[in-house]
């Protein structure tokens, strides 16, 4: 079966496209992924991207990168720089097909002069208050503008004088001359061009003091790149009447087809750039790649995959219907990936020390022990065993509750790959708190458990003296409840306050320092986790991506029928 033909992936999308190709409409497909430099990718945009490469992809069309740029003050090169390496980090390629609509800032003014020549459109003087006094309401029309009736050549001149800079902010604006009655706002006479002074764009520097609108740069932009389809997210629906208007009234070479599809909304995070952007501005997150975040770059440093990310934006679809998607779904698609991928090793968190008495005090075994349980091609690597080990402090109670399957005072267990130890003694300190057990061990039991003997639990451990230190970063959720903010309360006041959690002491077994950042695997018990770049050569820092079972459905549950 062909990637098109993959049910999966089939959405009315692909429908509208597989019948303007069969109808003979088009020849070939043209998208584009339009993001504005005004702050990182999040996975948001991961579903357009997928769905924009992912079209090109599959009809052997093209997906253009244009940089929508038509708000300076808010842009850089560094957001620019960073949307770049996301998508090539996404598995995606425009190949030459980068543009910023800032390319097109010369054709879009002789665009505006055509419709100023029409008669489509006027300067206007009315200030931003006034004008919003004259756009009317949802219920009741507005009123025309005292200047739409400005003669063309009279508009000409001051057009052009308000591109040569002899007027202020805030003062005059370019107007398309539509319907003040339209029962569509969007169509009641819309702004098609600013004027803002002193800012430096990023790629046309000082040269311009006039900006045209996203809704009057979108359509052209697309139009000069031969665009079939420009997808885009549900509130540009409204919008729609006034990008046809655009194509129909200026002499542009094609007119590409917009269609909307309802943006991701996720649980328990926020998606907006605004607020994204205060979270990074505010402190709040170390960053934009914080492995709390959202963000592209946040999920790759929290060692989110590509295939994992692209899987999940499969996945979910591409429907007309609003919807908030479970962290769960997210989390699923990286533990298949890792599941499959990520070597297993050996990190005790919490160390608790444990001597194994019966064991000779100079020796050390080396273990040889599986990368993979279920690939064998992943070969085999060495863990040595000795007389002093860690084990985590959870996998020990002195007086186990019911159920407690691991190791208890007087109890069995079989330590992962080793032995079948007995822990016949512990030592407290002052306090009483435990801080160290005493252990024999069963020879016999290398990798086997006898017959006559039922171990019920297996723990994981690190040799003490061969142990590597390291630091871990357990992650929650950013945000406490599923839709931070909803009903318009300040969303700091729905931050989880616990969602970072630093574990400095951990071991990990010996092997694993040189590592890069980026290197994922799974810890046994313990879920995946990746290093970090904040690693130093001999101290490792590990983000751990997720559990290895969905632990948030588990406790829900536990809360649940606790209750
Ligand atoms: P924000 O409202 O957070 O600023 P935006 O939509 O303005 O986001 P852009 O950079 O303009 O951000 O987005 C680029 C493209 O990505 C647009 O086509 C937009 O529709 C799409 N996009 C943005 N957010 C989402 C989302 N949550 N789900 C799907 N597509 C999205
Ligand atoms: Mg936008």
């Known amino acids: 079966m062909s990637e098109k033909e993959d049910p999966r992936k089939t959405n009315f999308i692909r429908q509208i496209i597989d019948e303007d190709l069969a109808r003979g409409k088009h020849t070939r497909i043209a998208t584009r992924f339009p993001p504005e430099p005004n702050g990182y990718l999040h996975i948001g945009h991961a579903k357009s991207i997928v769905l924009n490469f992912g079209v090109a992809r599959d009809y052997q069309g093209t997906c253009n990168l244009r940089f929508d740029d038509t708000n300076p003050h808010k ?93 202020p902010d805030g003062t005059l604006t370019l107007r398309a001359r539509i319907d003040m009655a339209s029962p569509n706002l969007n169509l009641r006479d819309p702004v098609l061009y600013r004027i803002r002074h002193g800012v430096i764009h990023h790629q046309t520097g000082g040269e311009w003091c006039l900006y045209p609108t996203y809704d009057y740069t979108h359509p052209i932009s697309d139009a000069l790149e031969g665009i079939t389809h420009s997808l885009c997210t549900l509130e540009f629906e409204d919008h729609r009447p006034l990008y046809d208007w655009v194509i129909a009234n200026t002499s542009v070479p094609c007119r590409p087809r917009q269609i909307e599809f309802s943006r991701l909304n996720l649980e328990y995070t926020v998606m907006s750039k605004r607020r994204l952007t205060q979270l990074v501005d505010e402190g709040l997150v170390t960053g934009w790649d914080d492995p709390r975040m959202p963000s592209i770059a946040g999920l790759r440093r929290r060692g989110y995959t590509p295939e994992a990310i692209r899987t999940f934006c499969e996945r979910i679809g591409v429907t007309k219907a609003d919807n908030l998607v479970e962290m769960a779904m997210l989390e699923s698609a990286i533990r298949e990936d890792l599941d499959r991928n990520a070597p297993r090793a050996m990190a005790v968190l919490r160390p608790l020390k444990l001597v194994v008495e019966s064991y000779p005090e100079d020796r050390t075994e080396m273990l040889t022990v599986p990368n993979h349980p279920k690939d064998v091609t992943t070969g085999t690597r060495a863990l040595p065993f000795s007389r002093e080990l860690y084990i985590d402090r959870s996998d020990f109670m002195e007086e186990p509750v019911k159920g407690f399957k691991r190791l208890t005072l007087g109890g069995e267990v079989r330590l992962r790959h080793a032995y079948v130890i007995r822990c016949v003694g512990v030592v407290k300190d002052r306090a009483g708190t435990v801080v160290e057990l005493r252990c024999t061990h069963d020879p016999d039991t290398l990798g086997k458990n006898p017959t006559d003997r039922k171990v019920k639990g297996v723990i994981h451990w690190v040799s003490a003296s061969h142990a590597v230190a390291a630091e871990v970063r357990l992650y929650d959720r950013l945000f406490s409840v599923p839709e931070p903010g909803e009903g318009g309360r300040d969303f700091h006041a729905d931050l989880n306050p616990d969602s970072l959690q630093v574990l400095t002491h951990c071991l990990l077994e010996p092997g694993l320092t040189k590592i890069a950042p980026g290197n994922r695997f799974q810890f046994e018990r313990e879920g995946y986790f990746v290093v970090d770049p904040d690693s130093r050569p001999g101290r490792p820092v590990f983000n751990r991506t997720v559990t290895l079972r969905d632990t948030w459905a588990q406790n829900l549950f536990t809360i649940f029928v606790s209750k």
């Open 75 to 167: 842009e850089n090169l560094e957001y620019v720089e960073a949307i770049k390496e996301d998508v090539h980090w996404l598995g995606y390629d425009w190949g030459e097909r980068l543009y910023f609509a800032s390319d097109y800032f010369e054709q879009l003014y002789g665009f505006a002069v055509e419709l100023i020549e029409q008669g489509r459109a006027y300067v206007c003087e009315l200030d931003a208050e006034r004008m919003r006094e004259y756009r009317g309401t949802l219920t009741e029309p507005g009123r025309e503008s005292p200047y739409r009736e400005r003669p063309p050549a009279e508009n000409l001149d001051l057009f052009a004088r308000m591109r040569a800079g002899e007027f």
